[in-house]
Structures are given as structure tokens and as C-alpha cells.
């Protein structure tokens, strides 16, 4: 995928910034807390204690009281928000590595790394492959990434936000069905391994103690505005829906996980940056989207030997109307000979189902306050 490296970039200050200077002023470098320093052995004396103590909740409280992105200090990089990578990375609690040679950022905490590229969209988080809307910049010197990317992105896929609600009932749609046959190579349809699919995580899922509600459960066709609208009235909290892929050239292959392109941008596969799209109603969910996307992808990409084509983003019919967290998976190209003898196979297919409720489960101890107390529905 290409980025318009031709557009034109600029820098502008938001009115809220007042001064170049202010950039990094907020968020002192973590060595002037001393969290950095040697390492000193043998005992430790008592106020030495109570001071490792005092900075390690200082740290902790740090990680509490974080600042929102949108309130870090803000650039214009042609009409886009910006804000500056090593705030948003000090505030996060990330060091940061710039490579300038190689144009790569390496981001990493004690539990993940991240990596960024200058002028490209492409970022790896936690060895997962995902599109940001807009290529992280570099800017007389500072690195720059997108307050949307920030937003929709890389907090709610770091930072899970937590509620006392309980995941308890997914809707997966195989995709197509009846007259609409998907992708066909040679006599496979793709309606066929998509039901196939939906019916092997069905069975898994319902092993875990949750509810299923499938789309269809037959050959049927199924208009796509009522497929969201099935998983809402049904009371679904996640809709899965389940294709394969087809591509002129038999050398593509491998994985995708879609999740609805935030409002105002453009799609991954048009090569992002701004669009002119209004919010849809899966807007709301834009974050849970995003990490229940992640999550799948990670947990397929682990137990799969499949190319990671990337966690991406597209207004998709049934994404775009889903009243709850809403995925599209692309399990491998049928066109690809590699991928299709994985799809057509019963063995391999239950190891998807596998790897796509294991991403399932991930996704719900995320979200979940308390993931292993007793579920409202027992009561
Ligand atoms: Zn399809």
C-alpha cells in the first residue's frame, strides 16, 4: 500500500498552543524521576525503602492519573491533529527508540513493543500488524502521530477501558449465503466455509459457558442491513462476521481483521487519511472495535501459519449499523493455493475456530472488570 507521499504536509500550531517551547514541558523525561538509574545491591536502608515505595505510587498514581491525547499539545500536519509521539509515549509510560536512519520508532514498556514507521501507516503492536488512518510524521524533528490513530487506535488497544458489564452473548455472521455465493474459486463458494466456520466457533463458544446466535445456520441468503439488526435485537454484546478472500493474483494471501474506519477518515484499503464520512452508528464503539479487531488478529496470527495482512479498517455494510463491538474476518484468500488448502480443511478450520475464540476470550478479560467473578446470569 502506497501513502500520497506527494500530499502536501505542513505544520500549524492549534490556537491552544501557544509556543513551540511548550512541547515536552508537561511531561518530564522518566531519568528525572530516577526510574532509570543503577540498580544497588545489598541492604536497603529504611528511608531508602519508604522512598522506593513513595516513587513507585508516585509512578503508579502517574499511571492512573494519565493525560487524555486530546490534551497533550496539538500540531496541524495538512488539516490533521497531530501531537507529539514522545508525549503521548512519556505519558503512556513507553520508552522511545528512534532509529533515523531506518525511519523506525520502538516504543516499549515492560508488557509490549511497539513499532512505528515515519511516513507510512503501518504499525506493529505487540508483533501485530496494524493500519493507522494516517502515517505517523516527523516534523523539524519530532516524531508526530495522528490524535485520531492515538484515539481510536493505539489507547483503546493498550489501555482497555474496563466495565462491570459481562460479555455473554456473540453473534457471528458467516457471510453470504443462498443466491450470494462470495468469493467462488473453481466449485468452493465461500458462503460454504464461512457457515462451516460460524458452526466449529459456535460449538467452542458455547463450550466456554457463552451464547451464540448465528446470522443463518443454512444455506440462506441474507440481506446485510438485517444482519446487525439481528445481533441488536437478540441482545448480542459482539458481532463476528466470518469471510474468506479472493484476489486476481494467486500469490496474495493471509489474514485480515476489519473493524469500521473512524468517522472522517478514509478506509485502509483507499489508503487512508481524510475523508469526508460522517459518523456511523458503529462509531460509537470505535475503540472496542479496535481491540476486539486486535485481539483476533493476535490470537489467529499465533496459532495460525498465515501471513498477517493487518488489523484494518472499512465501512463494511454490517460493521457500519452494528450496535455493538463489530468485526470482520477475512480468513485467507481462496485464490492463494497455500491458504485455500488450510480453508478447505476440516483439521485446520477447527483450529481457526480455535484461535478466533481464544481472541474472543482475550478480548473479553480485557473489557471485563472482573473477569473471573460470578457471572449475573447465574443469579
Ligand atoms: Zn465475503
Redesign the pocket.
Known sequence: MRIANSQRLYLLFSTNTTCCAIWGVINPDSDSLGLNGPRTSGKVPGHMKALAVSLFLTAVLAAEARVSPQNLNRAFVADNEYIRLKDWANDAGFNMKWVKAAGTITLTNPSVKLVLTVDTRRAEIGGVNVWLSLPVVNRNGAVLLSLVDARTTLEPILFPQKSDARLKTICLDP??GGKDK??VVGRNY??DY?LLLAREVEKLLKHEGLQVLLTRDSDDFVDLSSRPLMARRRGADLFVSL???AAPEHAVGGLEVYCLTPAGMNSSDKGGGKGLHPPEAGNAHDGQNALLAYELLKAITAGMPMEDRGMKRERFEVLREAAMPAVLI?GGFMSNPADAKNIYDTAFRKRMAQAIVDGILAYKRAVERIPNGPSPAAH
Do not use: F, L, R
Open positions: 457471510g453470504h462470495g468469493e465461500e458462503k464461512a469471510h474468506y478472500n477475512e
